[in-house]
């Protein structure tokens, strides 16, 4: 409204008055412009925190399953990830070749290429001598070509050492983010439909926490206790001069709390199927 008025009045006195109804509508489609104009960049805005909240689950969810695997299950995942991907062949997980810092070979682009797997968290890195352990397996064997794929990041040396010996045998880094788009790529992180069940399960599970809480808090036997002492706060305020405003402030709290235990008890509760902890829980 208030840019229609705005839109109107300078329409107004731009046209010196003269143009009362053509200003009139000048102004009301200023007015529609920026009605639409809101919209789409609302629109953009709410599409951006939604893309931000699935990413941010959607990470949630696949780095806990990443943590929950050993290291051997960790590198299968590698495999049936680059299984998944373009450029990747032949791909073979060598268990006899981990003592040399290899944990898989495979074909990419034609190039046999020597890969190694760290399942690190926090903010433990790749550390140079990982690389170096690496790339002496690779001379000794004849590999041109390695890539090394970290859950987390590298330490400045690592990426120091790679860039030196680049000439001779090219290791590529690949950390968190790459690894990320690598998984999404082959299929392997959670999918939009995924993610909207994860997002159904944390709400409904803070549903839950509040509804049994509030029926700890607010049950019916509690009620009568924090108005009557709401009451006799109250009334031991009018007698105590210092701490008056005291009294009377904890008799508002436990009369808030039994206003609202009455309200709760009084509306209609929505029926929540009881979960496994519920019944483990249950007194």
């Given at each position: 409204?208030?840019v229609?008025?705005?839109s109107?009045?300078?329409?107004i006195?731009?046209?010196?008055?003269?143009r009362f109804?053509?200003?009139?509508?000048?102004?009301f489609?200023?007015?529609?412009?920026?009605?639409?104009?809101?919209?789409?960049?609302?629109?953009?805005?709410?599409?951006?925190?939604?893309?931000?909240v699935?990413?941010?689950?959607?990470?949630?969810?696949?780095?806990?399953?990443?943590?929950?695997?050993?290291?051997?299950?960790?590198?299968?995942f590698?495999?049936?990830?680059?299984?998944?991907?373009?450029?990747?062949?032949?791909?073979?997980?060598?268990e006899?070749?981990?003592d040399?810092g290899?944990?898989?070979?495979?074909?990419?682009?034609?190039?046999?290429?020597a890969?190694?797997?760290?399942?690190?968290?926090?903010?433990?890195?790749?550390?140079?001598r990982?690389?170096?352990?690496?790339s002496?397996?690779?001379?000794?064997?004849?590999?041109?070509k390695?890539?090394?794929?970290?859950?987390?990041?590298?330490?400045?040396?690592t990426?120091?050492?790679?860039d030196?010996?680049?000439?001779k045998?090219?290791?590529?880094?690949l950390?968190?983010?790459e690894f990320?788009?690598?998984?999404?790529?082959?299929?392997?992180?959670?999918?939009?439909?995924?993610?909207?069940n994860?997002?159904?399960?944390?709400?409904?599970?803070?549903e839950?926490?509040?509804?049994?809480?509030?029926?700890?808090?607010?049950?019916?036997?509690?009620?009568?206790?924090?108005?009557?002492?709401?009451?006799?706060?109250?009334?031991?305020?009018?007698?105590?001069?210092?701490?008056?405003?005291?009294?009377?402030?904890?008799?508002l709290?436990?009369?808030?709390?039994?206003?609202?235990?009455?309200?709760?008890?009084?509306?209609?509760?929505?029926s929540?199927?009881?979960?496994?902890?519920?019944?483990?829980?249950?007194d």
């Amino acid at each position: 409204m208030l840019v229609f008025i705005i839109s109107f009045l300078l329409f107004i006195l731009f046209t010196e008055g003269e143009r009362f109804y053509a200003s009139f509508a000048a102004a009301f489609s200023v007015l529609l412009i920026y009605h639409f104009i809101m919209k789409y960049l609302e629109e953009i805005k709410l599409n951006q925190v939604i893309y931000k909240v699935n990413e941010k689950i959607g990470r949630e969810n696949f780095f806990k399953k990443i943590k929950s695997m050993d290291h051997e299950s960790f590198i299968n995942f590698i495999k049936e990830i680059l299984e998944e991907l373009p450029g990747f062949a032949d791909i073979q997980v060598t268990e006899y070749l981990e003592d040399e810092g290899i944990n898989l070979l495979c074909q990419y682009r034609g190039e046999l290429t020597a890969i190694q797997g760290h399942l690190l968290d926090g903010e433990n890195m790749v550390e140079a001598r990982r690389a170096r352990q690496l790339s002496r397996a690779m001379s000794k064997r004849g590999y041109k070509k390695a890539i090394i794929i970290s859950t987390t990041d590298f330490r400045e040396d690592t990426k120091l050492f790679c860039d030196l010996i680049r000439e001779k045998r090219q290791i590529s880094l690949l950390g968190q983010e790459e690894f990320i788009q690598m998984a999404k790529d082959a299929g392997k992180f959670p999918n939009e439909a995924e993610i909207r069940n994860l997002i159904l399960k944390k709400l409904e599970h803070k549903e839950r926490v509040w509804h049994k809480n509030s029926k700890k808090i607010f049950a019916k036997p509690r009620i009568t206790g924090y108005l009557v002492n709401g009451i006799f706060l109250l009334f031991i305020g009018f007698f105590e001069g210092d701490f008056q405003h005291l009294y009377w402030l904890c008799a508002l709290i436990l009369f808030v709390f039994g206003l609202t235990g009455i309200f709760l008890n009084m509306t209609p509760k929505k029926s929540l199927a009881a979960s496994w902890q519920d019944l483990l829980d249950a007194d």
